[in-house]
C-alpha cells in the first residue's frame, strides 16, 4: 500500500508530546511490513535544528529528508509561518494565526502529493492541524481524478485540542461557506477544524480501545460525543507501540547498570545512583516512587496534590521530573523543603534523568484524570518499575492488578489506598519480584501496533 503520514509533529524533527513519537514510530514499522510510507510535515524553525538526519532543499516551499531505511520526510516550507519559536504557540499562548499556518501546511501537503506523482492509497492524519486534508479531499477536491482512490484515516491523540477559531475566518481556509453547518465544520458558532476531520475522515481510530469508547461519553468527548457516537461503527482504538530502540534497559546508555528480566541485578545500581543524584538517602528498604509528567490536572494533580503531604509521611521516596502548572510547583515546592529527605523535585524537561527514574524507581505514579494511550507506563513495565495508575484510556488497557496497581475512583482516598497497598506489597521481596517481572514481559512493539494499522487501512481502502 502506498501510504501517507500527515503529521504536525514528527521524531526525531519535532516534538510536544506523544503525537511525534507515534508519527516517527508508526512509519518505521510500517515499512518493515513491507509497506511504501512517506512521511509529511511542515518544515518548522525546530526541525531544521536538527543535525541529523540532515534535511535538504527539494523544490521551492519543500525541504527533504530520510528516515529508517527509506521513509521520504517532506517538509513545508513557509518561513512567514513556520520559521519561529513554537510548534503552537509561545509563553503567551497559541499563534493568532494557527488557522492559517495549518490551513496552508494541509493544502500544500495535497499539492506536493501531485507534483511528485505519489497517489496514495491511504492518507493518515493526525491531530486537528492535519484535519483540514480529509476535508478537501472531500470538497474543494471531490473531483480530482488524482485522489480518486485515496482514502482517510483520522487518529485523534487527545480529543482536548480541537483547532477552535471565529467563523469569520472561514475564508483563510479556501472553503467555501457551505462547510460552515452543524454537520460539518460548525461549533457553537465557531469554526472547529478537528470536527471536519470526524466528519470527513473515511475511518477514525485513537489510541487506545478503552479511549475509543470514552470519548463517545459526555465526560470526555469534549463536546464531539454526539459526532463519535453516530459514526462508532468507522471508529476504532489501536494502542500505541513503543520504540525499544531507545527505551530498554539492556541496552539504555543514559543509565547507571544494564539489566534484564533474565538479571535483574543492575537495577539495584540504577536505585543508588538515582537516590544519589537526587539527593536522598540510599536506602534498598524503602520503595521509591518515579514521576514523569506534566504537572497539571489532566495527569492526576489535582488529587496527587490533595494527598502529598500523607504521601510523604509514608515509609517511602519520590522524584518528580516535570513542568506545568505554577499552582502544582509551588505545592510541591513546598514539600520539598518539608520533606527533604523524601521527595526530589525537578521542575524542567531532562531525557536523561527521564531514563534513570523508569530505571531507578520502584514504582511509577500515573494517575491521570484521562490518558488517551500513555506511554509511561509501558516504559515503566520495561524497566521492572510498577504502575500505579487510574483507571481510564490506554492505562486501562495495560495496566490490571496482575502487573500493577489500578483504582477505578478518581480521588485522594484512592490514590492513597493504592499507594499504601504498594508499599505494603514492596516488602515481600519475592511478591514485588514476580510483578515487576511481569510487566518487564509484556510486548508493547510498534510490530504490533503496525499489523492493527494495516487491518485498519485495509478496510479504509475497502470503501
Known sequence: MKIVMVA??????????GLADVAGALPLALEKAGQDVIIIMPGYKAAHAIKSPEI?????GVSYSKIGKNIPVYFIENKEYFDRDGLYGDKNGDHKDNLERFSYFCRHALELLREIKFKPDIIH????????VPVYLKNTLALDPFFTRTRTVFTIHNIGYQGLFAKEALPKTGLDWGVFNMDMLEYYDKINILKGGLVFSDLINT????YSKEIQTKEFGFGMEGILEKRKADLFGIINGLDYSIWDPVADKKIAANFSAKDMAGKVACKEDLQKLCGLPAKAGVPLIGVVSRLAQQKGFDIVAEGIDEICRLDLQMVILGTGDLTYHQIMEAMVKKYPKVISLHLKF???LAHKIYAGSDMFLMPSKYEPCGLGQMISFRYGTVPIAFKTGGLADTVNARNGYIFDEYSKAALLANIKQAVRDFKSKKKWHDLALRGMKQNFSWSASAKKYIELYEKAKAR
Do not use: I, M, N, Y
Request: aromatic share 10%.
Open 8 to 17: 504536525s509533529e514528527v521524531v526525531p524533527f519535532a516534538k510536544t508530546g
Open 56 to 60: 535538504r532543499p527539494f523544490a521551492d
Open 125 to 132: 492524519c493526525h491531530d486537528w492541524q492535519s484535519a483540514l
Open 207 to 210: 489510541v487506545s480501545d478503552t
Open 350 to 352: 531532562d531525557d536523561t
